[in-house]
């Protein structure tokens, strides 16, 4: 028998396992996998009450029950999300420790237990340490565990689960927000986030622990994608996928997008107000722009069987910059319809394709501290876009300084995405079935 010294080598072969042996399909595989991503969809919606569009459904309710002027409040938040950035990479280190399964059910249920404490807070103290916990168990951990729940069991299809998870995901929130909007509406924001807390403690946690696996391999059973699977288990190491071009192009290009959205998302209506819209066509941009995302998402999935992701993160960020420049031009309403296209399309695509690089490019061994680290980027970044155009526009009268000032970082992370080459590990010859 061949004496396997490729570090990444595949577990299959240096066990003596031929895939070819194994039944050629397991419809427990299949189930399993659409339960993850059902799942992990759902998971990324319970990080809503971490997140910036979150909080800001019940912002105005919080500060006049609280009696909280918005200086402290802002400064709460920055410092929050900040701190919770950190819990990235604890986060991914329980998922590749523990598995995703239980690492799913225990955030899921911690962070739903600090949301049933918030829910009753009123010291701002108190209320400072719960936003903390709120950003690091949600935004950072439950980010971190969802996307793994989905990258740790697919390898050859991970852009079409990474797909139709990423469409789920915006669908979920979609309509979370609606639900969570009527929540407090009708009774209050501690309501609603008591409610959030307990479908989070009794609803997704146990539903992780009942129907979540964490690998193809506790099946004891294998498929063609299995096998594929398999072959991937050994991954590079969090070290070796750190020393690679490939994680920071991908994850500065998202933590960028996410900087540029996040600063726009919270000023957008202001930025509009420049050009003479309204807060109509706002809300009617956010409505069609979603659209677009999903089209984008759909087009990411879609492409991703022929396109290099490096090809396909390009032109994504090609299209970004267009947008941002346009964006600065626009004076009629068509011209912002077009805008929202452009935006959209090229969001749901960085959306896609940060989800999917991860498992396909650098294997599931690390994937959580991986996917951890590059999470926390993206934290950092969501924090800082909001006080960077906030800052523009205090010193420029103009939030068009800022974007003329992003267009050419945006097209220089878009040429190095075209040029840097996916890490593949060389696995060894597999000798024949009858040597084994």
């Known amino acids: 028998m061949t004496t396997a010294t490729n570090p990444y080598e595949s577990p299959q072969v240096s066990e003596g396992l031929d895939p070819s042996h194994m039944p050629p399909n397991d419809l427990r595989y299949y189930g399993f996998g659409a339960s993850n991503v059902l799942l992990g969809a759902l998971a990324m919606l319970g990080t809503l009450p971490g997140r910036t569009h979150g909080l800001g459904l019940i912002t105005e309710y919080l500060l006049t029950d609280m009696q909280l002027d918005r200086n402290t409040f802002s400064l709460i938040n920055l410092v929050a999300t900040l701190i919770g950035g950190l819990a990235c990479f604890p986060a991914g280190a329980l998922v590749d420790r523990l598995g995703t399964r239980w690492s799913l059910a225990l955030v899921s249920a911690a962070l739903g237990a600090t949301c049933f404490l918030m829910a009753g807070v009123y010291g701002v103290v108190s209320l400072f340490v719960l936003v903390t916990l709120t950003r690091a168990l949600g935004q950072s ?16 299809h991970v852009g079409v689960a990474m797909s139709v998870y990423s469409v789920l995901v915006s669908l979920f929130f979609m309509a979370g927000f609606v639900l969570v909007g009527m929540a407090v509406l009708e009774w209050s924001w501690r309501t609603a986030w008591a409610i959030i807390g307990m479908a989070l403690m009794f609803g997704l946690a146990p539903l992780a622990a009942l129907a979540v696996r964490s690998r193809p391999e506790s099946l004891h059973a294998e498929t063609d994608e299995l096998a594929a699977d398999a072959a991937s288990l050994g991954g590079f190491s969090f070290a070796e996928a750190l020393r690679t071009p490939a994680f920071w192009v991908f994850a500065l290009a998202a933590s960028f997008y996410g900087l540029v959205s996040s600063g726009m998302g919270l000023w957008n209506q202001g930025i509009l107000a420049e050009h003479k819209f309204d807060a109509t066509a706002y809300h009617n941009l956010l409505g069609f722009s979603t659209l677009m995302s999903l089209a984008g998402q759909l087009l990411a999935g879609v492409l991703g069987w022929r396109v290099p992701m490096g090809r396909l993160l390009a032109g994504a960020m ?24 452009m935006m959209g399309i090229a969001g749901g695509m960085v959306m896609v394709l940060f989800f999917a690089i991860w498992p396909q490019a650098f294997g599931r061994a690390s994937l959580g501290r991986i996917q951890g680290a590059a999470q926390m980027l993206t934290v950092v970044a969501s924090a800082v876009g909001p006080l960077l ?19 050419p970082i945006v097209v220089l992370l878009g040429v190095a995405a075209w040029v840097v080459r996916t890490p593949h590990r060389v696995e060894p010859a597999r000798p024949p079935a009858a040597a084994l």
């Open 389 to 407: 155009f906030s800052s523009c526009h205090e010193v420029t009268g103009s939030y068009s300084p800022a974007l003329y000032a992003i267009v």
């Open 141 to 156: 951990a439950l980010s971190v565990v969802s996307m793994a729940v989905v990258g740790k069991w697919f390898k050859r």
């Open 318 to 341: 090609f299209l970004y910059a267009a947008a941002l420049l346009w964006l600065t031009q626009i004076e009629s309403f068509f011209a912002l319809q077009l805008y929202a296209v």
